[in-house]
Nanobody
Framework: HVQLVESGGGSVQAGGSLRLSCAAS????????MAWFRQSPGKERERVAA???????SYVDSVKGRFTIPEDSSKSTVYLQMHNLQSADTGIYFC?????????????????WGQGTQVTVSS
């Protein structure tokens, strides 16, 4: 029943902003963790941000103060709002869902995935 579709990626200069969207279908919001992962060249897939079933958010240290993960339940959409982007933020960003009241750190725990959207940051 669950399907996730990302959008909003693109190219931006360092210091700029982007907002990624994850449109979800088949998701009971109160029962799922929603998360954003980033896949950068030569690096392990990393959880960047997450919002649990209670609305609590968490972020990897490297993006704290720059990224937020707002959601719009009326549109069944989760966002990744990114400010002050740096070249190290370049990668493919994936939306993921996990049927749990909490958000695991590891990608292997997530059952549902979007197709990914590319973010490229130029210096």
């Amino acid at each position: 029943h669950v399907q996730l579709v990302e959008s909003g990626g693109g190219s931006v200069q360092a210091g700029g902003s982007l907002r990624l969207s994850c449109a979800a279908s088949g998701v009971t919001w109160s029962a799922y963790c929603m998360a954003w992962f980033r896949q950068s060249p030569g690096k392990e897939r990393e959880r960047v941000a997450a919002i649990d079933a209670d609305g609590a958010t968490s972020y990897v240290d490297s993006v704290k103060g720059r990224f937020t993960i707002p959601e719009d339940s009326s549109k069944s959409t989760v966002y990744l709002q990114m400010h002050n982007l740096q070249s190290a933020d370049t990668g493919i960003y994936f939306c993921a869902a996990h049927l749990s009241s909490w958000c695991p750190l590891t990608a292997s725990a997530y059952t549902y995935w979007g197709q990914g959207t590319q973010v490229t940051v130029s210096s």
